[in-house]
């Protein structure tokens, strides 16, 4: 597992993740390498991976987009008097031939991008869900993001050294599925062809050892914790640790199917900007629970962009 130089202080510290789906940001204090008190939680809609399955390319308008979501964002954590921030971009700038752009345009206007791998924002994953879930050895720490998902697997003894962790990346996430099967028209051929590629995809998948618990991070386990809580305002304290089963999973799910993507607004839990997306999402989820044969699974809120403040 790669380690960072963690300043240690009273001031805050600001992360910035640009990610596949959207932007996000976090300025928090932090304290023994773990969370100690949130200050800001903002984000961006991006969709900064439309059509990247296609062209391999990022669309100019999605890369303004970007830029000026990332301005936004910055210009928060600035005005928080930050000491430290770290900004990363993920999947969709590291795989796409002109993510350089991005980075040129960001850097134009005074702000530099860190492109990491797949293995290290796996690793940033971790750092962020150890600050809220004890106890991790042999777990399976998922996170679902919008062009990639990344997996962490702990070994089974409590006491573990960092080079014991097995990270791995996967190039399947949310947008990518939402484009590849044009899920936004709702057609039960789309839905059943995606259904099939993820189970396919997700059957590939093999760790070295079993794992005893499982815990799910990102937007799609969030969002299905949500609606299970019946929760109308984002509560973070309430969805870390809550614990998922697969059967209230694919409940949730078949009623999301089954309401037109025009109404899904309405129900209580889902964002604008996962109206789509919630369907490969819940898919995702699903298969996983499935290949590695659990019927629980644990979320939790805190993830990569607070690993980024963090690391920080």
């Known amino acids: 597992m790669s380690t960072h130089t ?3 202080n009273n001031g805050l510290s600001a992360g910035i993740d640009i990610g596949s789906n959207a932007t996000r940001l976090i300025v928090a204090s932090t304290l023994n390498s773990k969370i100690d008190k949130l200050i800001f939680n903002e984000k961006r809609s ?3 991976a439309t059509g990247i399955h296609k062209s391999g390319k990022l669309t100019d308008q ?6 000026k979501s990332l301005k936004e964002l910055y210009d928060i954590a600035m005005g928080a008097n930050v000491s430290n921030i770290r900004i990363v971009a993920t999947s969709a700038v590291r795989e796409a031939s002109n993510g350089h752009i991005l980075i040129k345009k960001a850097k134009d206007i005074g702000i530099n991008i860190e492109v990491i791998s797949g293995e290290e924002e796996a690793n940033l994953t971790l750092l962020g869900v150890q600050s809220v879930i004890e106890n991790l050895s042999s777990a399976l720490i998922f996170d679902i993001g919008g062009g990639s998902t990344e997996f962490i697997l702990t070994p ?4 573990y050294n960092d080079d014991e962790i097995i990270c791995k990346s996967y190039k399947i996430g949310v947008v990518k599925l939402a484009d590849m ?3 936004e028209n709702d057609k039960d051929e789309d839905v059943l062809a995606c259904q099939k590629y993820v189970d396919d995809y997700i059957e ?9 618990t499982l815990i799910a991070t ?3 386990a969030t969002t299905i914790a949500q609606i299970a809580l019946n929760l109308k305002h984002y509560n973070s304290d309430q969805l870390n640790g809550h614990i998922l089963n697969i059967k209230k999973i694919e409940e949730i799910y078949l009623n999301i199917l089954s309401t037109p993507i025009n109404e899904r607004e309405s129900l209580i839990g889902i964002e604008k900007d996962r109206l789509d997306l919630i369907i490969p999402g819940s898919m995702l989820l699903i298969s996983i629970m499935k290949k590695f044969n659990f019927d629980n699974v644990t979320v939790s809120d805190y993830g990569l962009r607070h690993g980024v403040v963090i690391s920080a």
């Open 46 to 48: 991006t969709r900064l």
């Open 62 to 67: 999605h890369i303004d987009i970007a830029i």
């Open 218 to 220: 990102a937007g799609t």
């Open 156 to 159: 089974p003894s409590a006491d």
């Open 204 to 212: 590939n998948i093999t760790f070295e050892h079993d794992p005893k």
């Open 181 to 183: 099967f044009n899920i």
């Open 6 to 8: 963690i300043k240690r």
